[in-house]
């Protein structure tokens, strides 16, 4: 922290609000539970809390509990610490190696997470009262680590019981066994608001011992919620700004809409997966028709509502217009995002032309040549492309072609032009759209 190092890499939108308490919770030592909706970073901010561990640290070689050399705790350990002392065998562990991960499922058991006595030690002579005969289970294996319980509330409130001792007194207890093993771990959990998920609780003796509750939340700022999609996305052409903007927008109409289930949320996986279809639709394009590069155009936008259907929990009185009210959303964060960008007052010379009588054609397979053949040549379209931030690429007619179906359906949903959608004509695959007067 006073180097001002990146201490959460990778983390968008949480800097004012989640890590300071984080900080705050990891500095006085404390587990903790992530609390927060789907989609809202958990398990990516439990990720990257390995990279505060020391790069390299010291094991006695062969300890399946990774215990310090000058601190061993199991009885092998220490009877082997008395007999070699300063010959020891030691071996270096990476912070990579000092993260344990369990998703909480059903099936979890406390040997899963605890340990149980190994059957194989039993059999080969040894007592069954014998401490060596226990084979551990995740949560001893993470010692001097961070392990992390995903999902928390899933696991069986019998299971979570498992882990009271673990929280609080820092030993185990295997099967009738009390191992008094003073582990060194960080135990922390993430799990969703209690009145969204009916699938368990977090029981309250176990809540208690948890140090502190963070609360995450989803992107509070536009900029975050574009950021985190450009992180994220994998994309397979190239998507300019002002339609990740659209996607960002769309993400956050969706989440704050009243027709959706406000307390299943709307992941920022929505986001993503909506910017890599679009990117995969231009691509699409591009191997079709030839056009290079690939350069994704506002017509690729529409045909996520389809594929992200799915992803979107309705409220019941919505139950049959689920697809039309995401279009509708569509069409409400597609002119915020035109007006944040361009005006009508921007494109006076297309307007013009549309006065004249102009119809243009565009569709997702229609390259951008074609589509500015239609127009022609029209004063001002560098300039609309610098508004876009697509200055650098005036000379591209994929990237001109982007602006101007931009700003095409922009005044098309101003009410400035008209604009009339179906399917190709006979022959022609894929969709088709004219914009006119």
């Not at 059957?119 to 084979?135: F, N, Q, S, W, Y």
């Not at 771990?185 to 509750?213: H, M």
């Not at 409220?315 to 964060?333: D, I, K, P, Q, T």
């Not at 239609?374 to 602006?403: C, F, K, N, W």
Request: proline share 5%; aromatic share 6%; with cysteine.
């Amino acid at each position: 922290m006073r180097t001002g190092q990146t201490r959460f890499p990778g983390i968008v939108g949480f800097d004012e609000t989640v890590l300071p308490q984080l900080e705050r919770a990891l500095l006085a030592g404390h587990d903790l539970v992530l609390l927060g909706e789907r989609g809202q970073g958990k398990t990516r901010l439990i990720r990257t809390l390995v990279e505060l561990l020391d790069e390299w640290t010291p094991i006695i070689a062969g300890s399946e509990v990774r215990e310090h050399p000058y601190m061993p705790i199991t009885a092998a350990s220490q009877r082997l610490v008395a007999e070699a002392g300063e010959d020891t065998p030691v071996e270096w562990v990476h912070r990579s190696e000092r993260y344990g991960e369990k998703l909480a499922t059903p099936d979890t058991s406390v040997g899963d997470l605890i340990g149980d006595i190994d059957p194989v030690k039993v059999a080969e002579g040894r007592r069954l009262g014998d401490p060596e005969t226990v084979h551990y289970g995740l949560v001893p294996r993470t010692n001097r680590g961070i392990f992390a319980v995903n999902e928390l509330p899933d696991l069986a409130e019998r299971i979570q019981v498992a882990l009271l001792n673990v929280l609080e007194e820092r030993d185990i207890q295997i099967r009738g066994y009390q191992l008094r093993l003073p582990l060194d771990l960080l135990l922390v959990a993430s799990a969703n608001p209690e009145d969204y998920t009916n699938r368990g609780r977090i029981i309250t003796p176990l809540k208690d011992r948890f140090g502190a509750e963070v609360r995450t939340h989803y992107p509070l700022r536009l900029e975050d919620e574009v950021d985190l999609v450009r992180q994220e996305a994998v994309l397979s052409a190239h998507v300019p700004d002002h339609l990740l903007e659209v996607v960002a927008r769309f993400t956050r109409q969706v989440r704050e809409s009243p027709s959706v289930d406000a307390r299943s949320g709307v992941s920022a996986r929505f986001a993503v997966a909506a910017a890599e279809t679009v990117a995969s639709s231009a691509l699409r394009r591009s191997a079709l028709t030839g056009e290079t590069p690939a350069v994704a155009r506002f017509c690729d936008v529409p045909p996520v509502v389809d594929t992200l259907l799915g992803k979107v929990e309705f409220e019941v009185s919505e139950e049959g217009n689920e697809r039309e009210v995401l279009h509708h959303l569509l069409r409400r964060a597609t002119v915020e995002a035109f007006r944040s960008r361009l005006a009508a007052s921007d494109l006076p010379a297309l307007l013009e032309r549309f006065d004249e009588g102009l119809i243009v054609e565009s569709g997702d397979l229609v390259p951008g040549a074609r589509l500015l053949e239609q127009v022609g040549t029209v004063q001002g379209l560098g300039h609309i492309m610098e508004r876009l931030g697509m200055d650098d690429a005036v000379d591209s007619p994929a990237y001109a072609a982007s602006a101007l179906e931009f700003a095409l359906e922009g005044l098309f949903l101003n009410r400035r032009i008209s604009k009339e959608e179906g399917a190709g004509a006979v022959g022609e695959p894929g969709t088709r759209t004219l914009y006119g007067a």
